[in-house]
């Protein structure tokens, strides 16, 4: 069964520092979501991208957060710089064409900056 | 704006019991709703979801959920629990949506099963 994958499963960086977090959607998906999970907090959504723009995003989007699809596989969120309080897990879904209403999750990458 | 409420931040029950875990949504329309289990550490593992027609829906692991749309509720249950059952459950809602279709999750239940 296709999955959605995620890189890296962990990742520590400095505050102040950029990171990109690495998702590679289900092959054929249309529509793509980052969300976060602060610790022992619940599943927050941060954006939904379609069509190669950003459909929404919420109010923790703001300006030090971007999303990418360089290519035609892979689903980037980029920090530029880190805060403590992003410390956090990192969940990218994908979802097929308009219709097929099920969000496939990766496993998370589990942010943690000092 | 769509919200999901889980009124049940912790319960616990007995292997073997029965377990009914709350949720209740608000959104203009009907829904899209599901139910996501988590384990410590883990991803969320999709374990059913209501789109439209039969109301009581089944899912993996012997869960069920019940979509009642007088209550604005979707309640995860399931007849006999099994330790491997304990994890963080979580109750999300999605509205129709060309293009964006964020889903908005409830807070939570942590679940707990006693010998």
């Known amino acids: 069964e296709p999955e959605v994958t995620q890189t890296p499963s962990h990742q520590v960086t400095q505050m102040g520092q950029e990171v990109i977090l690495r998702c590679v959607p289900i092959s054929n998906h249309l529509y793509f979501y980052w969300y976060r999970q602060i610790l022992g907090q619940k599943v927050e959504f941060l954006v939904s991208f379609y069509n190669n723009e950003i459909s929404e995003k919420s109010e923790i989007f703001d300006d030090q957060f971007s999303v990418e699809r360089p290519d035609g596989s892979n689903f980037t969120l980029k920090i530029r710089s880190t805060k403590l309080e992003d410390s956090a897990m990192y969940f990218c879904?994908?979802?097929?064409?308009?219709?097929?209403?099920?969000?496939?999750f990766g496993p998370g990458t589990r942010l943690l900056v000092l | 704006a769509q919200s999901v409420t889980q009124p049940d931040i912790h319960i616990t029950v007995s292997e073997g019991a029965s377990l009914e875990l709350r949720c209740n949504y608000s959104y203009g329309a009907t829904p899209y709703l599901f139910w996501y289990v988590q384990s410590p550490g883990q991803g969320l593992q999709l374990l059913l979801k209501y789109f439209s027609g039969d109301t009581l829906v089944q899912g993996i692991k012997g869960f069920e959920a019940e979509f009642k749309r007088s209550q604005s509720s979707f309640n995860l249950r399931k007849p006999s629990v099994h330790w491997s059952d304990a994890a963080e459950y979580f109750c999300?809602?999605?509205?129709?949506?060309?293009?964006?279709?964020?889903?908005?999750f409830g807070d939570g239940t942590t679940l707990t099963v006693k010998p």
């Open positions: 999300a809602v999605r509205g129709y949506n060309t293009n964006a279709g964020k889903s908005t």
């Open positions: 879904a994908s979802r097929g064409r308009q219709g097929q209403e099920t969000q496939y």
